[in-house]
């Protein structure tokens, strides 16, 4: 394990950092291939923050879309934003960050690899709030530090508690499939008392969460009050363990309401398509999904594989079929070539599960048109990645 940058649990294989997705419907689909991470460069001085948008767009791959066409057109009370940025090849995240914060605006993922930005209406809260820390494909934000005082009236004793919130976000490149608690090494403060309230976990620790958006978790760590609490937390470093593909394929289904009945394949993967009601931008396609080849065991996650299986070798649970549509992994798009989130649900086993997703408005990237085409990213293969992060004078609540 690194503790300076990120080290990489040999659950399968592991490779670069990045990828490109290539589009594929037969059974020799290419695994995806090694790719650079997404940064942005970009030299503007009063521009337009609307035209500012369509070129963070244009160079990361990810769709923008704002709450409305009024937003920042100095119509409905909406100001007209003017935005400078300098940035060279900049992380994704941290453009987005300060383009967030010019433009008076927070961005919020929409499960589906898109980022919709909204109004902050004077309020810098929301996504991409707080001090931000990156390394490599990953941005951890540290968004607040709570602190909380409990009186018991019986006894009247008086308890405190204190918790830093955490957030993490991916490179567009990548996808979170799942994760742990973060954890902290060191919480030093200010009178150099340690504020670590719980013992880093064994490196069998349970990967018991399973992220909804592909692109960023959120967490609330511990932290230890003392009897004489300091103003800042001067020093506070720690890890974050997240699975992600280490290589992808991806299955494409176009005209997907006239695919009923028919089966796609890819690799070990097959869908068959077995229901689909679209009208609009609403409606719900049924499918079942099936693999040839059982998932490898995972001798790593022993512990794991213990606790689920009761032998010490078998699959990681993250390979488990219903696992790999989920977290972003299903989406449907429409004419424009927009995303859509999927929201999906179903059972099964470890080779086959029936499953159903559904779309409506609500969950469309921007107002969008009604979806056409349904897309499945397989995580043919998976790694774990330990995310290091390192903050310095971080003010504490007082009481």
């Known amino acids: 394990m690194n503790r300076n940058g990120i080290a990489s649990g040999l659950c399968l294989a592991m490779i670069g950092w990045g990828w490109v997705v290539l589009p594929a419907r037969a059974d020799d689909a290419p695994a995806t291939q090694p790719a650079q991470l997404t940064t942005i460069t970009l030299h503007v001085q009063n521009a337009d923050a609307r035209e500012v948008v369509k070129q963070l767009a244009a160079q990361s791959g990810v769709t923008f879309e704002s709450s409305g066409p009024w937003m920042w057109s100095g119509q409905n009370g909406s100001p007209i934003a003017l935005v400078s940025l300098d940035l060279d090849h900049s992380p994704f995240w941290q453009a987005v960050a300060q383009f967030c914060t010019l433009a008076h605006c927070t961005a919020w993922d929409d499960n589906a690899g898109g980022l ?8 810098q809260s929301g996504t991409l709030s707080g001090v931000m820390d990156t390394s490599g494909p990953y941005s951890v934000v540290a968004q607040s530090i709570q602190r909380s005082s409990t009186a018991n009236l019986a006894t009247g004793d008086i308890s405190h508690n204190d918790c830093i919130q955490l957030q993490l976000y991916v490179d567009p490149s990548l996808r979170i499939l799942r994760y742990a608690q973060p954890w902290l090494d060191v919480a030093d403060d200010d009178n150099g008392r340690s ?88 409606g719900n396609v049924g499918m079942t999904v099936k693999r040839k080849t059982p998932p490898p065991p995972n001798p790593v996650a022993g512990a794991i594989s213990q606790a689920l299986f009761g032998a ?88």
């Open 116 to 123: 919709r930005l909204q109004p902050s209406y004077g309020f």
């Open 195 to 282: 504020m670590v309230a719980q013992p880093p976990p064994p490196d069998g620790q349970m990967m018991n969460s399973f992220s909804s958006s592909p692109v960023h978790i959120q967490a609330t760590v511990p932290l230890k009050f003392g009897p004489q609490p300091g103003r800042a937390l001067v020093n506070l470093s720690g890890e974050w363990r997240v699975v992600v593909p280490a290589e992808i394929k991806t299955m494409t289904i176009d005209n997907v309401s006239n695919a009923v009945g028919t089966t796609t394949t890819v690799g070990d993967y097959s869908m068959t398509i077995t229901s689909c009601r679209l009208q609009g931008a609403s």
């Open 312 to 399: 010490n070798s078998g699959p990681d649970q993250t390979d488990f079929l219903m696992y790999k549509l989920q977290g972003g992994a299903l989406t449907l798009v429409d004419a424009d070539g927009k995303s859509i989130a999927a929201n999906g649900g179903g059972g099964g086993g470890l080779d086959q599960v029936q499953w159903n997703v559904s779309v409506f408005p609500g969950n469309q990237t921007g107002w969008g048109k009604p979806p056409i085409k349904l897309v499945w990213k397989i995580a043919t293969q998976i790694r774990t990645d330990t995310v290091s992060f390192h903050f310095k004078d971080l003010t504490l609540p007082q009481q």
